[in-house]
């Protein structure tokens, strides 16, 4: 008996200080946007792209609620919460250029199960659906602010970087602002519906996570067995190499084929009509 109250008791313990974090957080953003407005929501949602700990889903309903009572106008949570997205989203940008594909390179090769033929994959899979990525990755939980960091790693150009994103931000921001303008003081249960979108999320990743695990150990088994794969199996579908530089000067030294005009590959001369 005296072991289950225990229980109990840490249980509600846990629960007060979870409560009181959530609590602590509302009271920031709230000032925020009680002190400096529109501006206030946006560096409140800035700060949410750098600093996961405070979480989307309590400042844009929150914003839409102030907007309900009369603290700002629609059209302002909207647009300073998209500034604030796009503000915090370039920062991450330039955190994954600072960071470099080579070094990023350097890292994976030092990686188990991760081999430098998945990130050139990877690469080829983000030029060709780089932008995508980008704008719909602006709607998805835990992927928002990450998105941000392959495209400063793979050098998006940056005024297609800030359309994309400005797009995707607008949209997801506009949704949560309108819920949580239209609940009112029933806000709060927002939360619920998008902390269930992201268990979606989070249990989609980590059978994808699981799968890639299970199926390198399962080659290297076979390799270590004398069943090596074929060359390109993969994560994700094979790229065709690149031509070096190498290949391609000496490309470019090779003697034209002769052909009309052309004698052995040289321009055919007429003698001068006088």
Not at 144 to 164: C, H, Q, V, Y
Not at 212 to 226: D, E, L, T, Y
Request: hydrophobic content about 45%; overall charge neutral; charged content about 20%.
């Amino acid at each position: 008996m005296d072991t289950t109250l225990a229980l109990f008791d840490r249980t509600a313990v846990l629960a007060a200080e979870t409560s009181t974090e959530q609590s602590g957080l509302v009271s920031f953003v709230t000032d925020l946007v009680e002190k400096l407005g529109g501006p206030g929501a946006g560096l409140a949602v800035a700060l949410e792209n750098l600093f996961p700990p405070i979480p989307s889903e309590v400042i844009l309903p929150l914003a839409g609620f102030a907007a309900s009572r009369g603290d700002l106008s629609l059209a302002s949570a909207i647009i300073w919460t998209t500034i604030g997205s796009v503000v915090g989203a370039v920062a991450l940008y330039y955190v994954g250029a600072l960071l470099g594909r080579d070094r990023v390179r350097r890292i994976v090769e030092r990686l188990p199960l991760v081999k430098l033929a998945d990130v050139d994959r990877t690469e080829a899979w983000f030029a060709k659906h780089g932008v995508k990525a980008v704008f719909f990755g602006r709607m998805i939980p835990i992927f928002r602010s990450l998105i941000s960091i392959p495209a400063g790693l793979e050098r998006m150009k940056l005024g297609t970087f800030l359309l994309f994103t400005t797009l995707g931000s607008l949209i997801w921001n506009s949704i949560f602002i309108f819920a949580g303008y239209g609940l009112g003081e029933n806000w709060t249960e927002i939360e619920t519906w998008v902390g269930t979108y992201q268990n979606i999320v989070i249990a989609v990743c980590a059978l994808i996570f699981g799968w890639f695990v299970v199926n390198r150990i399962v080659k290297a088994r076979r390799r270590r067995a004398g069943e090596t794969p074929a060359d390109g199996e993969g994560f994700l579908p094979a790229v065709d190499p690149a031509p070096s530089h190498q290949d391609l000067r000496s490309h470019s030294q090779q003697e034209p084929e002769a052909g009309p005009g052309r004698v052995y590959g040289s321009p055919r001369q007429y003698p001068e009509q006088r």
